[in-house]
């Protein structure tokens, strides 16, 4: 191949990537035109409702939770300076660490009757009595609460990040004007950090939108388990299709609103001020409650569920009694570094697609690349189910008219869908990695080697893949994380008695046996850990106190 047509190429697989990740959108669509209009009296009097009441009652709930610990605990930790702060600067994102369902199933098990909880409170008080204590997880409060205690850290980053870049003329102007710490974080510091919350907040709701397993565990039927149960238990694909319309629907209205929340914000600071406000020290007893606020929701969202792991693992002898967590850690691990190797190469071709040769077609394959994320696992799967029966229909046709023995259903029982599904969900994290890094690199870089003589794949090898290691390191690491914890897709698409971590432990809690399965989850969370201690280096700016 000549060093002309490598642009091309580029191009072309860019063009194809895109199209992929809108194929499960169109087979969705498809699906749902299907006709079901017994089922679709059923779903209206009894399914829908329920469940459009019971999500967005969720999202609003979650949402709020986030909100405020997020944005609460950013603006302690980003303005002020009191004893503890360093270790809360790694200690709050943690709980990203805690996927949903496991926050949920170790909360249950610890509340339940005869649970850790009510053992503790029958020394005090009967046994009886200390029944009547135990607040019911199962609900929609109790999964509102749940879920926003491991997912506020998306508001908090985002939050965080434009809290600590505040200029210090804006805190000064607002001192001059007799206003005080409140009304500073009200009327500046708030509306400021506007675009930041929207991002977070959008970020929180797609992943509650997302989850099925906590939310089908505590008991509240939203829209995503309605689509689960039509699709498994009633075996109709175009009545589930039909539901992730609807969801669909909420994901655009998502993301219109979080780019609502961005508009018309605009801040300038002085370039021959650029000082950042200064962090106010708190003592006594105001430190001591700044801490204690902080502190409070990182140890419910990650210290409870990883203490309770600990203890599950080690008194029930599963680090030398259960073999079978070893081979789903090894069918994990398998699938999620296929697809993070596949989801980075894509990647990295969407992006350099754009940057060699930039055009209505490479800008599009880059917005659509971006776009699976806002996709929920479970309606991706949906959306994929029909493509691939479709590819394995095609090659076992082919093999017939080869004279070939039928290779049977080779995408799905070779687990190429589920590796297909990640790369899909999850490739908006390569691309955005290595968009930010190639920023990061000076056009006139390309500008030396073009003059040397040198073409556009020479100059990625020797120059621009070495500056963007970094970025695709940290890539690699989230994605090859994001797969670990995935369970709606996976649950959906893996073939047959093929377990990950994630399905193994949705299968014990579907027993009413969560505990056998700690040590897989105490894995996954051990896996998810160093990413996010990884994403606290960026989070402190130097700054003297006043």
């Known amino acids: 191949m000549t060093h002309s047509r490598i642009p091309l190429v580029a191009t072309t ?34 399914v829908l409702p329920q469940a459009l009441h019971d999500t967005a009652l969720l999202l609003i709930g979650v949402g709020i939770v986030a909100l405020g610990i997020g944005t609460g605990s950013a603006w302690l930790i980003s303005s002020h300076d009191f004893r503890g ?17 496991l926050a949920a199933y170790v909360y249950v098990d610890l509340f339940e009757p005869l649970g850790l909880v009510h053992r503790a409170l029958a020394t005090a008080i009967p ?12 609900s929609l409060p109790g999964a509102v609460l749940i879920i926003g205690l491991v997912l506020y850290p998306y508001v908090y980053l985002s939050a965080q990040a434009s809290f600590q870049h505040r200029g210090a003329e804006f805190a000064e102007a607002a001192k001059m004007l007799g206003a005080g710490r409140w009304t500073t974080f009200r009327l500046i510091s708030l509306p400021m950090a506007r675009p930041a919350l929207a991002i977070g907040l959008a970020l929180v709701s797609l992943e509650t939108l997302n989850d099925i397993g906590a939310s089908e565990y505590l008991g509240v039927r939203t829209l995503t388990v309605s689509i689960f149960t039509t699709w498994l238990n009633r ?3 175009a009545g589930a299709a039909q539901l992730s319309l609807f969801m669909l629907a909420i994901v655009a209205v998502l993301i219109a609103m979080e780019r609502f929340g961005r508009r018309e914000i605009s801040v300038e600071f002085s370039a021959e001020n650029p000082r950042l406000a200064p962090r106010t020290q708190l003592t006594g007893v105001k430190a001591w409650l700044a801490l204690l606020a902080c502190l409070l929701p990182a140890l419910l969202g990650f210290a409870v569920p990883l203490l309770y792991l600990l203890r599950e693992t080690l008194r029930r002898g599963l680090l030398s009694a259960d073999t079978s967590v070893w081979r789903d850690a090894w069918q994990t691990i398998a699938l999620a570094s296929v697809a993070t190797g596949i989801a980075l190469l894509l990647g990295l071709i969407v992006i350099v697609a754009q940057r060699w040769r930039a055009s209505r077609l490479t800008d599009f394959s880059l917005a659509v690349a ?19 029966l479709a590819i394995d229909g095609a090659l076992n046709t082919l093999a017939a008219w080869l004279g070939l023995m039928s290779p049977g259903l080779v995408m799905v029982g070779s687990g190429a869908a589920v590796v297909i599904a990640y790369v899909i969900r999850f490739l908006a994290v390569p691309t955005g990695f290595i968009k930010a890094g190639f920023e990061r690199i000076p056009r006139d870089y390309d500008d030396s080697a073009r003059a040397a003589g040198a073409p556009e794949w ?34 959906l698409l893996r073939p047959l008695n093929v377990e990950t971590l994630a399905t193994s432990i949705y299968q014990y809690a579907s027993r009413g046996s969560f505990e056998d399965g700690a040590l897989a989850a105490l894995l996954i969370v051990a896996a998810s850990v160093g990413p996010v201690i990884w994403l606290t280096r960026f989070a402190d700016v130097p700054r003297g106190p006043v």
């Open 13 to 46: 697989i860019a063009a194809v990537t895109a199209l992929a990740v809108a194929a499960p959108v169109i087979s969705i669509a498809l699906l749902a035109l299907q006709p079901e209009p017994e089922l679709w009296q059923h779903l209206i009097a009894y």
């Open 85 to 101: 702060r360093a270790l809360l600067l790694w200690l709050m994102p943690l709980p990203l660490a805690i996927p949903t369902y």
């Open 127 to 138: 046994l009886r009595d200390a029944i009547n204590w135990l607040p019911n997880l199962r």
């Open 235 to 237: 075996g109709s694909l």
């Open 370 to 388: 971006q776009t699976g994320y806002a996709l929920p696992g479970l309606v991706l799967a949906l959306g994929l189910l029909t493509p691939v």
């Open 458 to 491: 020479t100059t990625l090898r020797r120059v621009q893949l070495p500056l963007l290691r970094p970025a695709l390191y940290g890539a690699a690491i989230v994605v090859f994380v994001d797969c670990l914890k995935e369970l709606p897709a996976t649950l």
